[in-house]
């Protein structure tokens, strides 16, 4: 057996406010039916999760982390688009940059990138690093 990829569905109080998040930062929505959506990247081929109405929100402890190819892109959206921004871009130990927004619904969303060029144009300090 291989494994193909992973499909998620993210609990959420405010599936409509969910989704909108999602669409502003380039997802597009795959599959829509009365308590759930699904989103996707385009094709569908390397990002794909679903996001179901349920009370709760977030699970304790849960890290919810998407790759992206350019953070200093993913930065310029987030202003533009006014989202909550936690942590700006930085480059972390292990030789990737990393952001922190937070969506509708309280979930944490890690954007991960490998453009330090980008992000360093977003956060001169962290380029130091």
Not at 1 to 11: D, G
Not at 39 to 53: M, P, Q, S, T
Not at 54 to 77: H, N, R, S, T, Y
Not at 106 to 119: D, F, H, I, S, W
Request: charged content about 25%; cysteine-free.
């Amino acid at each position: 057996m291989k494994f193909l990829r992973i499909l998620p569905h993210l609990p959420v109080d405010d599936l409509s406010a969910e989704v909108a998040f999602y669409r502003l930062l380039g997802l597009e929505i795959f599959h829509r039916r009365h308590n759930f959506t699904s989103v996707e990247d385009g094709d569908g081929a390397l990002v794909h999760f679903g996001i179901r109405k349920a009370a709760g929100g977030p699970p304790e402890g849960f890290e919810w982390k998407l790759e992206v190819d350019d953070i200093g892109e993913a930065m310029e959206i987030a202003l533009t688009k006014k989202l909550e921004i936690l942590a700006e871009p930085a480059l972390q130990w292990y030789g990737k940059w990393t952001m922190k927004l937070r969506t509708p619904n309280n979930y944490v969303l890690t954007l991960e990138g490998m453009n330090p060029n980008a992000a360093s144009k977003t956060n001169p300090s962290s380029a130091s690093r």
